[in-house]
């Protein structure tokens, strides 16, 4: 009776009909958001889903590189199966992490816009020290960066990440008459690796990837004084690696993984994923 004698009341009452909506849409959510987090938290705690995920303790992985460097390769098979779990991400983690860090990897990538670490190693917030540049070519600034990482967060294992197709790489191997700008710099820096590999079998672009990424890695070992001393003590990893843009998937290179100085880690298992 009300309603229909005044138009006003029957704004009112469409109002809190749409308020109550909106309301109980959004508990509807949160519970969803609440179960999810249950959900995980409990997948956390069950040692065969671990198993199953390809999960690596982080605290292990801190300590030991050998450990980081199978989270990484467990966060890879996941992102290459399809099933990526997206780790720390929720909005509590993000907060805590307010109060400082502890990077488990230091990842030298190409900043090309397909390649993105935290994607394609499955890995969250506060898990990967990231420096890129384009064919993740180093210099001063890089240098520093890692060194950073390595003396005030205490990151033990750095992965030189290249990838194939890499437009850097490709400039390099083609070499164009006239660079512009600073092109030159990375042309340059790249230029001994496709050299290298010129006469070799297979596809030169990808060849010459996995030299530059092999260069780079010998670079950082032997660079004084806080890496080649860190390297030659045996408390730093420096390995390379090749991410597929076919594929997605992340191949450690052997050529990276010899003849290593004695470390101070204990377990050097890197088998099994
Ligand atoms: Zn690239």
Not at 20 to 46: D, G
Not at 69 to 80: A, D, H
Not at 245 to 259: A, F, H, S
């Amino acid at each position: 009776m009300i309603i229909k004698k005044s138009p006003f009341a029957l704004y009112c009452v469409l109002f809190l009909m749409f308020v109550q909506t909106s309301c109980a849409q959004t508990q509807e959510a949160l519970s969803s958001q609440e179960k999810e987090k249950i959900k995980r938290e409990k997948n956390m705690q069950n040692p065969q889903w671990r198993k199953d995920n390809y999960i690596v303790n982080r605290d292990s992985a801190f300590a030991n590189p050998y450990y980081a460097l199978q989270k990484l390769k467990g966060g890879n098979k996941r992102f290459e199966e399809g099933t990526s779990i997206h780790p720390r991400q929720d909005p509590a983690l993000i907060q805590s992490l307010s109060e400082g860090q502890a990077p488990f990897a230091i990842i030298v990538g190409c900043s090309d816009s397909r390649v993105s670490s935290e994607a394609l190693f499955d890995q969250g917030f506060g898990d990967l020290f990231v420096a890129r540049t384009a064919g993740q070519v180093m210099a001063q600034a890089s240098y520093a960066t890692i060194e950073y990482a390595y003396l005030n967060l205490g990151t033990k294992l750095i992965v030189v990440l290249g990838h194939t197709s890499c437009g850097a790489v490709s400039a390099a191997v083609k070499i164009p008459a006239d660079p512009p700008g600073h092109i030159v710099t990375l042309i340059n820096a790249i230029k001994p690796a496709a050299l290298a590999v010129k006469n070799m079998e297979g596809d030169e672009i990808n060849n010459a990837v996995r030299q530059n990424v092999i260069n780079q890695v010998n670079d950082l070992r032997e660079l004084e004084s806080v890496l080649s001393d860190a390297y030659s003590k045996g408390n730093l990893l420096i390995i390379g690696a090749v991410y597929s843009l076919d594929t997605g998937k992340v191949e450690i290179l052997d050529e990276t993984m010899e003849n290593f100085p004695p470390t101070n880690f204990g377990t050097e298992d890197i088998t099994g994923l």
